[in-house]
C-alpha cells in the first residue's frame, strides 16, 4: 500500500483529526491513536454502539491502534518522545499553545526527530485574533460567510446536515498538507510544520461566490444564486408523494431537455432570467412537479439528460446500484461482534487501493516500543 512505511502518532480525538489519520490509514500507514488513561477519546462512548464503542467510533478510527499515554505526567511524556524518534507524522487538535505547555510542541520535537511532519488541525490556525477561540464547525462556517448564504430567500440561515468545516476544510486539507509535506521530504530529508485551520479551509471552499464580490464589491444574498436554490434550473422540487426531485439543469442543453420533459418549452428562453422571473418559474415548476409522485418523474426522466435526481433517503442510499458497485458501503465480519457496514473509500487507485484491514481498537492495544 502507498503509505505502508509511514508511522503516524495521532493525537486528535472527535472528527476533523481521526477522520485526516482514517484517510492515511486506509492506504496503509501505521496509525497509533494516543489516548488519555481510561476515558479515551470519548468519541468512544457515543450512542448508538457496536459492542463496548460507537458506531462513530468505528467507523472514524478502523485501521488504527491504540495506546494510553498522560501527557501532563513526565514519564509518559519521555514515552511519547522516544515514539516520536521513530514517527514520521505527528498529527493533534488541540488550541495553539498546548503541546508546548506539555513540551511537545513542534520546535521541540524536530529537534529530535528533524524529518517529522507535524500537522495541527484548529479551528482558525496558529496565527490571528481568533486562534485561541473555542469553536465547532457551526462557528467557522459562520465566521467565513457561508452559513449566512445558505437557506432560503428571505429566511434563516439553515444549518447544514453534515460537518463542512471539520472534514471538508479540515480533515481533507490536513491529509493532503500531510501528503505534500511527504514528497518534499523526499527530496530534502527535512520535516516542516502544517498549519490547518477549518476557518481558512471553509473560505477556500467559497469558489462560487467569493470571487465574483472580490472582483465586483455586490455581497451574494441568500437563496438568490444560481447554486443556492436562487434559480429554478438549480433547486429542489415537491412531488405529489411528499418526495422531493433535485434539478441540475446548469446548462443550457440540460435546461431545455428538463422543460421539454414537464411540457413547458416556453421556459427555456428564461434561464438566466432575473432574479424575480426565476421565483415565478421555481412557482410555476413546482405546480407542475406536484401533479406526479417520485417513481413517476423518475420514470419521464428516465431516458432524458436533465441532470435529475431523486432526494434520497440513507436507506434508499445504501442499497442504490451505484452505490454498491463503488463498494462505498463494506461490510467486514467480526467472530465477536458480527458484521458490521463501514463507509467506504472514496479515493479509488488503481494500482494501490486502500482497504479497510481491521477494526476500531480497544483502548490501549498497541505498546510503546520503537518502530522495528
Known sequence: ??????????????????????????????????????????????????????????????????????????????????????????????????????????????????????????????????????????????????????????????????????????AFPAAIGILMALVNRQETGEGQFVDIGMM????????????????????????????????????????????YLSVGAVEEKFWEEFCKAIGREDFIPFLYAPIHKQHQLKADIQKIIIEKSLAEWLDVFSQVEACVSPVNTLEEMVDDPHVIAREMIQTMMDDTLGEIKHIGIPIKLSKTPGKIRSLAPELKQASTKNKT
Open 200 to 243: 481558512d479551509g471553509v473560505i477556500s471552499w467559497l469558489q462560487t461566490v467569493l470571487p465574483s464580490f472580490l472582483a465586483a464589491g455586490i455581497p451574494p444574498k441568500r437563496g438568490e444564486q444560481m447554486l443556492d436554490g436562487g434559480n429554478a434550473n438549480y433547486n429542489v422540487y415537491e412531488t405529489k408523494d411528499g418526495r
Open 1 to 170: 500500500m502507498p503509505l505502508t512505511s509511514i508511522r503516524v502518532l495521532d493525537l486528535t480525538r472527535l472528527l476533523p483529526g481521526p477522520y485526516c489519520t482514517m484517510i492515511l490509514a486506509d492506504f496503509g500507514a501505521e496509525v497509533i491513536k494516543v489516548e488519555q488513561p481510561i476515558a479515551g477519546d470519548y468519541t468512544r462512548f457515543f450512542e448508538p454502539k457496536i459492542g463496548e464503542m460507537s458506531a462513530f467510533f468505528h467507523s472514524l478510527n478502523r485501521n488504527k491502534q491504540s495506546i494510553t499515554l498522560d501527557l501532563k505526567a513526565e514519564e509518559d511524556r519521555a514515552a511519547f518522545l522516544e515514539m516520536v524518534d521513530e514517527a514520521d507524522v505527528v498529527v493533534e487538535s488541540f488550541r495553539p499553545g498546548v503541546m508546548k505547555k506539555f513540551g511537545l510542541d513542534y520546535n521541540t520535537l524536530k529537534k529530535r526527530n528533524p524529518s517529522l511532519i507535524y500537522c495541527a488541525i484548529t479551528g482558525y490556525g496558529q496565527t490571528g485574533p481568533y486562534k485561541d477561540k473555542p469553536g465547532h464547525d457551526i462557528n467557522y462556517i459562520s465566521y467565513a460567510g457561508l452559513l449566512d448564504l445558505m437557506g432560503e430567500r428571505g429566511g434563516a440561515p439553515v444549518v447544514p446536515a453534515t460537518t463542512i468545516a471539520d472534514i471538508g476544510a479540515g
